[in-house]
């Protein structure tokens, strides 16, 4: 059972114009979300985070929403840029206590930006 | 500042043969540790994770074992390969109260 989804495995977009990469998770027990950015042949780097205790958070050209009643999060990318072309995975965070927690990852979404 | 290495960057390996991959974390001392693999098409699954020397969980059952010889040292084994086992491994560190991770560049393993 996939606890984290993202349901578009690609997405194009014009540069200069709006990304929005969605992610949907499952567990309620999940309380932290990160998006990582990942290049071909390279392992991914950490993008931006948020903690389910916030609904909004921003640095620089990128913000990641997050509607718990939902169980839903997005990234947006703006203005996006060719360089941003890359897999954007979402994963989701969980604590289970004595020790016991893990980072669950999404199937990733490859970005498109076209010059 | 902290990095992470991995080693080898490829490589192609018989079914049927050992593995040994490499993670080594500089910069930091008694870091959490995992292993991961990305499968084709799939996403990101956790294979182990240690939060201290000699101190190894396992996520998933197979055939792979991981052991932390040293603080900031993790290997991932194999005796015998399967096809299943091609994939592109990843290793990663947190601080001990942070939730984020960092990656190390992967190792991409072909099974043949």
């Known amino acids: 059972d996939q606890q984290v989804k993202q349901n578009s495995p690609s997405l194009s977009v014009q540069e200069g114009r709006i990304s929005i990469l969605n992610c949907d998770y499952t567990n309620s027990m999940f309380d932290y979300f990160l998006w990582y950015k990942k290049y071909p042949a390279e392992g991914p780097t950490f993008l931006i985070s948020i903690s389910s205790i916030k609904d909004k958070n921003e640095d620089g050209r990128f913000t990641v929403f997050l509607n718990k009643s939902a169980k839903h999060l997005s990234l947006h990318i703006v203005p996006s840029q060719p360089g941003d072309s890359a897999v954007y995975f979402c994963?989701?965070?969980?604590?289970?206590?004595?020790?016991?927690?893990?980072?669950?990852f999404g199937k990733g979404t490859k970005l498109s930006v076209i010059p | 500042s902290q990095t992470i290495h991995q080693w080898p960057a490829t490589l192609v390996q018989p079914v049927g043969s050992p593995l040994s991959l490499e993670c080594t974390v500089e910069?930091?001392?008694?870091?959490?540790l995992y292993w991961y693999r990305q499968a084709a098409g799939r996403g990101l699954q956790l294979l182990f994770y240690s939060v201290g020397i000699g101190q190894i969980s396992s996520e998933v059952p197979q055939n792979l074992s991981a052991s932390r010889p040293q603080d900031r040292q993790f290997i991932l084994s194999s005796k015998k390969l399967l096809l299943s086992d091609s994939g592109f491994y990843l290793c990663?560190?947190?601080?001990?109260?942070?939730?984020?991770?960092?990656f190390g560049p992967g190792t991409r393993l072909t099974v043949t």
């Open positions: 994963a989701a965070f969980s604590y289970s206590g004595a020790g016991s927690y893990q980072l669950t």
């Open positions: 990663a560190w947190s601080a001990d109260s942070s939730y984020e991770q960092y």
């Open positions: 910069g930091t001392s008694n870091p959490n």
